[in-house]
C-alpha cells in the first residue's frame, strides 16, 4: 500500500513561524522534524512508497526530504502552484498513487496510532476518528463501525484514513477538503471508521507544539 502526506497548507494559525518554514519542518524532538516522525512510522508500518503534496515553501521540504531513501522509502512529489484543500491535493496526486487504496495522513498531526494495523477500506474510505474535539465540533458518528453524518456522540476526523480512488471518480480537479467527498459516500454507506483513544494532537500553536516534545520519540 502507498501513503500520501498532505503537506501544501500554509500554516496559517502558526503564522510568524511559518512565514519562513512550513509546518512539516517544525522540529519535535531534536533535529527530528514533523515529517521525519510520519516518515520514520510509514517504514516502520511497511510502507515502502510515499507521495508527499507540496505547495508553500515547497522547496524546502523537497531538499530535507529528498527521494526519502534516508527513512527506507520511495519519495515523490505532487507539487500545487497554489494549495488545493485536501481533497484537491489527493485528486491532483491519483496518478502518482495509482489504483489501489492509499493511506491519506496530514503531516501537521503528532500520534501514536499504529498504522500497521490499516487495511483497505470495506466502502471507498475508512476514517480514523477521535473526540479531542467537544461532541459540538464533531464531524461524524460511528454506528456499527461505519461512519454517518448523524448521531449524539460525534467524533472529529484524527487525519488518518485509506482511500479507494474510486472515491474521487468524476470529480474535476479543483480546490475542495476531502470532507465535501466523505460527506455523500457516508450517507450512502460507502465509509467504515474507527475510534482511536491514543497519543493525538494538531499542531496548530507553539504551546501543543511544547506539549508533543514532552512525550518520548517513537
Known amino acids: 500500500m502507498k501513503a500520501m502526506l498532505l503537506a501544501a497548507g500554509y500554516g496559517r494559525r502558526l503564522n510568524a513561524v511559518t512565514k519562513t518554514q512550513p509546518k512539516p519542518l517544525l522540529k519535535v524532538h531534536g533535529d527530528n522534524t514533523l515529517i521525519d516522525y510520519h516518515l520514520h512510522n510509514l517504514a516502520k508500518a511497511g510502507i515502502r512508497e510515499c507521495v508527499i503534496n507540496v505547495s508553500h515553501l515547497s522547496h524546502l521540504i523537497q531538499t530535507h526530504v529528498g527521494d526519502g531513501k534516508r527513512y527506507g522509502l520511495n519519495v515523490v512529489y505532487s507539487v500545487e502552484d497554489t494549495p488545493l484543500e485536501t481533497g484537491g491535493g489527493v485528486k491532483k496526486a491519483l496518478p502518482l498513487l495509482g489504483p489501489n487504496p492509499f493511506i491519506v495522513i496530514s503531516a501537521d498531526i503528532w ?67 476531502l470532507m465535501d467527498v466523505w460527506r455523500p459516500a457516508c450517507k450512502k454507506g460507502l465509509v467504515s471508521g474507527e475510534y482511536y483513544s491514543g497519543l493525538w494532537f494538531n499542531v496548530g500553536d507553539m504551546r501543543t507544539l511544547k506539549q508533543i516534545r514532552r512525550y518520548p520519540l517513537t
Open 111 to 177: 500520534c501514536n496510532y499504529p498504522l500497521q494495523q490499516l487495511s483497505a477500506p470495506k466502502g471507498l474510505a475508512h476514517l480514523v476518528l477521535n473526540d479531542r474535539l467537544p461532541a459540538t465540533q464533531g464531524d461524524f458518528a460511528l454506528q456499527d463501525d461505519f461512519v454517518c453524518t448523524y448521531g449524539c456522540n460525534k467524533l472529529n476526523y484524527a487525519g488518518i484514513s485509506v482511500l479507494r480512488p474510486e472515491l474521487f471518480t468524476d470529480i474535476p480537479e479543483h480546490t475542495f477538503r
